[in-house]
C-alpha cells in the first residue's frame, strides 16, 4: 500500500475491500465508484476488483469495471482478477472481465494461465472465449504443462478438440522429474481417457511424435499397460503403436511376463510385427522371465507361439527354471526340449 496515502483513504480502502468480498449485499462505497481509490491495493497486492472476482459478486464487480477498475492489475501471487474468478469457476464473473480489453495470458506464480486453468476444469465456453481473444494455446507452467495437458489428463474432449483445432501443438515435449518426458496424449493414456486418446489418433501423429520422443516408461502403450487397461492397449496397437520398440527386457510384453499377466501377454503375441528378430528378441526375454517368475501359463503360452525356436534359448529358460525349483515350468519346457541327435531331452 502506498505510504503518502491518507490515512482516512487507507481505512476507505480497507473497508471497501471488506465489504466487497466479505457482504454481497454490501454496495462498494462511492469513493471507490468515483475511481479515487478504485485500483489501491492492500499489502498482498489484492484490489477490491480482484476480491470481488474470487468471490464471484458479480454486481460488485459490474460496478468496478463501470469505474474503469484496472482488470490486469496482478497480486503477490501473479494472479489477476481473470485467475481469480477461474481458479473458483466463476464463468459469469470471467465472462464480464472477458468483454474488456484485458491481457488474457497473464501468468500466476506457478505460470498458469486463464487458459490453462479452464483446460484443467473443463470450463469449455471460457476457453473458446480467451482463444478468440488470442490466448497462447502452448504456454507451459512451472511444471512444464501447456493447457492441451490439463485437457487430455482429466478427459475434457471438447477442450482439447478446440485447442487442436485452434493450432495447438498435440506433441509439445515436456520434462518430468527424473529427466523423462512425454506429451500430452500420454497423459489422456496414463489416466483412461478413451475419448480424448481417440480424438489425438484421429486429428494428430501423436502416437507415432510420442514414441520418437518420450521416454520408455512414459511411451503409451506402457502407460496403457501399467494401467492395467486393455481396451486402451488394444486400441493403441490397433493404431500402430510399436510393441518392439523397447529394449527387450523392458518392454510391455516382458513386464507382462514377469508380473504374470496372461491376458495381456496374449494380446502382444496376437500384435503383428514388423520385423520377425525385433519379435523373437522379445519373446525370449519374457520366456526367460516368465520361467523365473514361476508364470507356467505363460510359458506355455510363449512356447506355443514359438518363442525363440532353437535349443539354447529353451535351455537357458529351463535352466533357469531348474535353478529356482520352480517344477511346474520345467514340465512345461521339457516337450520343447531336444538334444543333440534331435530327440527329446
Not at 512425454?182 to 478413451?194: F, I, K, L, N, S
Request: aromatic share 6%; charged share 25%.
Amino acid at each position: 500500500m502506498n505510504d503518502d496515502m491518507p490515512p482516512r483513504e487507507s481505512c476507505m480502502l480497507k473497508s471497501s475491500m471488506v465489504a466487497t468480498f466479505t457482504n454481497p449485499e454490501t454496495q462498494v462505497p462511492t469513493p471507490v465508484r468515483k475511481g479515487a481509490i478504485i485500483d489501491l491495493s492492500d499489502n498482498n497486492g489484492r484490489t477490491a476488483l480482484s476480491f470481488a472476482a474470487e468471490k464471484g459478486l458479480l454486481g460488485e464487480v459490474m460496478l468496478l469495471l463501470e469505474s474503469n477498475a484496472d482488470t490486469d492489475l496482478r497480486d503477490d501471487t501473479g494472479r489477476s482478477p481473470l485467475l481469480w474468478a477461474l481458479f473458483h469457476n466463476h464463468t459469469d464473473v470471467a465472462k464480464l472481465l472477458l468483454e474488456k480489453d484485458i491481457n488474457v495470458n497473464v501468468k500466476d506464480r506457478e505460470g498458469r494461465t486463464a487458459l490453462s486453468l479452464c483446460a484443467g476444469r473443463g470450463l469449455t465456453e471460457i476457453a473458446q472465449l480467451l482463444v478468440n481473444k488470442g490466448a497462447d494455446l502452448d504456454s507451459k507452467d512451472e511444471d512444464d504443462r501447456p493447457p492441451i495437458s490439463y485437457a487430455a489428463r482429466w478427459g475434457y474432449t471438447e477442450i482439447v478438440c478446440l485447442l487442436i483445432d485452434g493450432g495447438a501443438d498435440p506433441n509439445l515435449v515436456e520434462e518430468l522429474q527424473w529427466e523423462e518426458f512425454q506429451t500430452p496424449v500420454c497423459w489422456a493414456v496414463e489416466y483412461g481417457q478413451e475419448a480424448v486418446v481417440r480424438t489425438f489418433l484421429a486429428k494428430t501423429n501423436a502416437l507415432q511424435a510420442c514414441e520418437n520422443t518420450c521416454s520408455d516408461h512414459r511411451k503409451p502403450l506402457m502407460l496403457a499397460f501399467g494401467s492395467q487397461s486393455e481396451a486402451m492397449v488394444k486400441l493403441l496397437l490397433d493404431h500402430g503403436a510399436d510393441l518392439w520398440g523397447y529394449l527387450s527386457n523392458d518392454g510391455p510384453l516382458a513386464w507382462a511376463a514377469e508380473l504374470g499377466r496372461y491376458n495381456m501377454v496374449q494380446i502382444f503375441l496376437q500384435h503383428e510385427t514388423r520385423a520377425y528378430e525385433d519379435r523373437q528378441s522379445h519373446m525370449f526375454s519374457a520366456l526367460m522371465l516368465a520361467a523365473e517368475s514361476d508364470h507356467g501359463g505363460i510359458v506355455e503360452l510363449l512356447l506355443e507361439d514359438g518363442a525363440l525356436e532353437g535349443q539354447g534359448a529353451y535351455q537357458t529358460a529351463w535352466d533357469l527354471a531348474e535353478c529356482f525349483g520352480q517344477e511346474e515350468v520345467m514340465t512345461t519346457l521339457d516337450p520343447y526340449l531336444t538334444n543333440e541327435d534331435g530327440d527329446g531331452k
